[in-house]
């Protein structure tokens, strides 16, 4: 999996009209924020029947999620891959979103509270 400013931008854009908000600057910030928080809640609350309720029956979650998310969640939910793999690709995923994001010149904050472990 390989997150490029394209795609990074696309699931930008995603969250932004889930939310009904739109333009450059902090709002880009934000998005960027929730899309890191969603593959940290995810990577540390793994449960194949969680992430079958939360993220792939779960229509609403669907329409916000970074597809390749959805895709690696929907894997590990059916069985095809075990725990460690997903949190590995979910922490490969964030540091290439991280990535994009610097590229792209966004700064999302992190959330203090979903760093503690």
Do not use: H, L, P
């Given at each position: 999996m390989k997150?490029?400013?394209e795609k990074a931008k696309e699931d930008l854009e995603k969250v932004l009209?889930?939310?009904g908000t739109v333009g450059p600057?902090?709002?880009m910030d934000r998005?960027?924020?929730m899309i890191l928080q969603m593959l940290s809640v995810a990577k540390n609350r793994l449960d194949p029947e969680l992430a079958r309720m939360i993220y792939v029956d779960n229509e609403e979650?669907?329409?916000m999620l970074p597809e390749m998310v959805l895709e690696l969640m929907t894997q590990y939910a059916d069985g095809k891959i075990n725990e460690t793999e997903?949190?590995?690709t979910l922490s490969q995923l964030e540091e290439?979103?991280?990535r994009a994001f610097n590229q792209m010149g966004y700064k999302p904050q992190t959330s203090y509270a979903l760093a503690i472990r």
């Open positions: 997150i490029t400013q009209e889930r939310f600057g902090s709002e998005a960027a924020q979650a669907k329409k997903v949190k590995k290439e979103y991280k």
